[in-house]
């Protein structure tokens, strides 16, 4: 079975959401970093269990990039939870089973960054970052040898993740064939909403 790894938030304002997500929560998220080419960085809350929240916007540090911004962040007025992410040991085998049993998560690609104390971070996944988000579907995503990200964040503990869809069979089938399970409502939309442990009570993105 996959196991959580990250959820999405992507935002146009950076500095404004991860003041909401501090507000709202009584947690402030972490800096995360730079992602050079894309345009973009982020900020990281735990959730607990090894997993975390990550918060990406545009980078004012960075010119604009050559393409659209990963996660349609060049569309969106306000931030959404867009995706998900699942860990796998081995994202190789990931996609080969997931393609033999129908379903085929994207060709595994590097990405790297650096960290606030000069550390650098590389991982392998299967975001298509030309075509979009998979949305309800979550991209494998392969640390390596590197440490994840979760350690020594700040937590907000993650109470539930689930989505709407109108055919949630459809999303289902895709689920089983990466080893990964969702909760899904059938509803005329497709939306995805985490609800996190904040200090005041429950807190949900969407």
Known sequence: MSTLDHLVLATPDLDATVAEVARLTGTKPAPGGRHPGLGTANHL???????YL???GPDPDQGEPSRPRPFGIDEL???RLVTWAVQVENVDAAVETA???GYDPGTPWVMSRHTPDGGELRWRLTLDYEHGH???????????????????LPVAPLVSLEAVHPE???VEDRLK?????????PGNRQALAATLL?????????
């Open 177 to 185: 064939t990466i080893g990964a399970t969702l909760q899904i409502k």
């Open 168 to 170: 949630p069979e459809t």
């Open 77 to 79: 007025t306000e931030a």
């Open 45 to 51: 809350l735990g959730l607990g269990e090894g997993a």
């Open 99 to 101: 393609r033999e049993a």
């Open 54 to 56: 990550e918060i990406i």
């Open 198 to 206: 904040g200090e005041t009570g429950l807190v949900v993105f969407h």
């Open 134 to 152: 998979r949305g309800l579907v979550p991209f494998l995503i392969d640390w390596g040898r590197t440490p994840h990200p979760s350690v020594e």
